[in-house]
């Protein structure tokens, strides 16, 4: 089993900046890819942002030049820096671990104010 703890989120006016941290814990193996997704208020959950073992990222079109996600293997943590919030970037954000299957967190909230 593996277990991921989110933490970073809170409430920012629009322009501001958050950072997220995911801590992975119990049977991971750092060979799996870790991410960031998201979940507006009536609206599906979708892809923020992706990052290999081997640091290969991937983004949502919506967040790149704004958002940069890393990872620390050693610590079996994720991080997502979030600049230049805005409104549309409020929801819930999940962490995610995969390998084989998917991990979920059980979410943080960012709230972002005009």
């Known amino acids: 089993q593996v277990q991921l703890v989110e933490s970073g989120g809170g409430s920012v006016q629009a322009g501001g900046s958050l950072r997220l941290s995911c801590v992975a814990s119990?049977?991971?193996?750092?060979?799996?890819?870790m991410g960031w997704y998201r979940q507006a208020p009536g609206k599906q959950r979708e892809l923020v942002a992706q990052i290999t073992t081997h640091g290969v990222t991937n983004y949502a079109d919506s967040v790149k030049g704004r958002f940069t996600i890393s990872r620390d293997n050693a610590k079996s943590t994720v991080y997502l820096q979030m600049n230049s919030l805005k409104p549309d970037d409020t929801a819930v954000y999940y962490c995610n671990y995969f390998w084989l299957m998917d991990y979920w967190g059980k979410g943080t909230l960012v709230a972002v104010s005009s």
């Open positions: 119990g049977s991971i193996m750092n060979i799996g890819s």
